[in-house]
């Protein structure tokens, strides 16, 4: 069976820093990666996604995600925050051949972005 | 163009009663999916479906049930709504394709259920 792990359930941090919300998956088969964002009282949009490749992802509003097989974690970057920034992020897994596309999402992260 | 919609958006139910949720989409979609969002436990799925006319269980199906009568829409239901059952529901869904085998999945805006 799949699992994902956010490993923090809140991160606050000051507008202008940089940021690092941590995923790690658990997985048997290979697996594509996904980071989506929700903001406040919205649905669900997709950051960014690693499917094969570079495992560098660059995905919207300036996030970028380093795919690491060996560490099996796929971590969300951003140089520099914004307030608008402040969501909650969630890592997702789903893996090659899946019947339904079914996805496996973490817990999600609290970004709070402070000025 | 409106993607992914869902009604209601906010509910308000006591123990018991039952109701349904309608997800539509208007993207020609095959796949489509219900999942509910509580807080600590990210997004769970409920029930999915590859098509007009069939359905699936996800992870956490029990005391719901749903239809796909027609490719755009997508119904859950709570024949006898539990406290257990307050959430959020979302619904997504995702083209089919047999040239890739991942395609994304897009969201609704989510039903706010509330069950007392």
């Known amino acids: 069976a799949q699992s994902v792990t956010q490993l923090d359930s809140q991160v606050p941090v000051f507008e202008e820093a940089p940021v690092e919300l941590r995923c790690n998956y658990s997985?048997?088969?290979?697996?594509?990666l996904f980071w989506y964002v929700q903001y406040p009282n919205q649905g669900l949009q997709l950051l960014l996604k690693?499917?094969?490749?570079?495992?560098l992802v660059k995905g919207i509003n300036g996030f970028e995600a380093e795919f690491n097989k060996s560490q099996t974690s796929f971590h969300l970057r951003k140089p520099s925050v914004h307030i608008s920034d402040t969501a909650e992020y969630f890592c997702?897994?789903?893996?090659?051949?899946?019947?339904?596309?079914?996805?496996?999402f973490g817990q999600g992260t609290e970004l709070s972005v402070k000025p | 163009n409106a993607g992914v919609t869902q009604t209601p958006k906010f509910r308000v139910l006591k123990t018991g009663q039952s109701m349904t949720l309608l997800c539509a989409q208007d993207?020609?979609?095959?796949?489509m999916y219900w999942y509910r969002q509580d807080p600590g436990m990210g997004l769970r799925l409920i029930h999915y479906?590859?098509?007009?006319?069939?359905?699936a269980k996800g992870e956490v199906p029990d005391g719901y049930n749903v239809s796909r009568l027609k490719k755009q829409n997508f119904l859950l239901g709570l024949e006898s709504a539990a406290p257990s059952q307050t959430s959020v529901y979302f619904c997504?869904?995702?083209?089919?394709?047999?040239?890739?085998?991942?395609?994304?999945?897009?969201f609704g805006p989510g039903t706010r259920l509330t069950v007392l």
């Open positions: 997504a869904s995702s083209y089919q394709s047999d040239r890739t085998l991942y395609n994304e999945q897009f």
């Open positions: 997985s048997s088969v290979s697996v594509y």
């Open positions: 690693y499917l094969s490749g570079s495992t």
């Open positions: 997702a897994v789903i893996t090659l051949y899946n019947q339904g596309g079914k996805l496996i």
């Open positions: 993207m020609n979609h095959e796949y």
């Open positions: 479906s590859v098509g007009e006319g069939t359905t």
